[in-house]
């Protein structure tokens, strides 16, 4: 923490900061400028909330941390990149790695077909939701645990490991024994009763950022999960709610490069709920690819029109067939950039 002396700072204030600071445990380091006195605290985080009031002593223009709040999350403290494995695709790694799938189950033929076309067009991971977030109560909620078993099946039949939400605490231990992947939906990315429950999991954790998070809360999101002792943990930009009403959401693809330069996570992108209209979806995915993240999360629908939830921002099959063209030619005149870039 560094602590920046006003101009006008008397010498009397400057030592009262010194006997603060020392007072609850840290160390003093000193700068004297020609203008001002920067005053740096050393030692651990413990103290660190009593150190802050430091701000509220006569003489004190500005506290500044140094360190990340977020040290499990955060570059400096981890210094590689994280790989996580989704069964057995890794993410976060050489492959850009697409994740597809309806937004909700909702039959056997359908979960059954939307596997087999995501799996035929190059997709890597199912998505398909059993447990729904909806905004209206009289929308419909998912097919709870009957989904989660066609979820199964369908990885059974394609070799695709699968992603699925849970919303509480009670379901986590239901939801993980059918996920490779457990989603953390944008509405509790600040449900830290959850963060912790699904930090217990054995399964990785997809944690998508909220429409009002933002980028250090969404991290400091992750950072409950990882101190919690699940380790696995993949970030998501999703689109956050602006003034902007011509797109569901603004998704925000510089979030991909901040959170990729503050943390070691896999950062992937949802374009679908991120705009909000399958007519946006393939051009922002390619801008997701080249911008640098890990992946996608895409909502597919063998019919959309006839899809119960998210219809609207859905790719037909051969719409997502030639966003993953789209996506392999990028690689070959990309690649090569976005390896430079790490
Ligand atoms: C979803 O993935 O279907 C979903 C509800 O996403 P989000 O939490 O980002 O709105
Ligand atoms: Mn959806």
Redesign the pocket.
Known sequence: MMIVMKKSATEVEISQVVGWIESVGYRTHFSRGVERTVIGAVGDERGKEQLLSVACLPGVDQVIPILAPYKLASREFHGKRTVVDVGDVPVGGEAFVVMAGP?SIESEAQILESARVCHEAGAKVL?G?AF??RTSPYSFQGMEEAGLKLLALARERTGMPVVT?VMNTEEVSLVEEYADLV?I???NVQNFALLKKVGQAKKPILL?RGMMTTIDELLMSAEYILSSGNSRVILCE?GIRTFETATRNTLDLSAVVVLKDRSHLPVIV?PS?GVGHWKYVTAVSRAAYAVGADGL?V?VHPEPAKAVS?GIQSLKPAKFGTLMEQLRTMEQALGKIRELDE
């Open positions: 937004c998505r939701g729904k977030p939400e989603q939906g944008a509405r998508k999703r949802d709920h999360i909502e998210d």
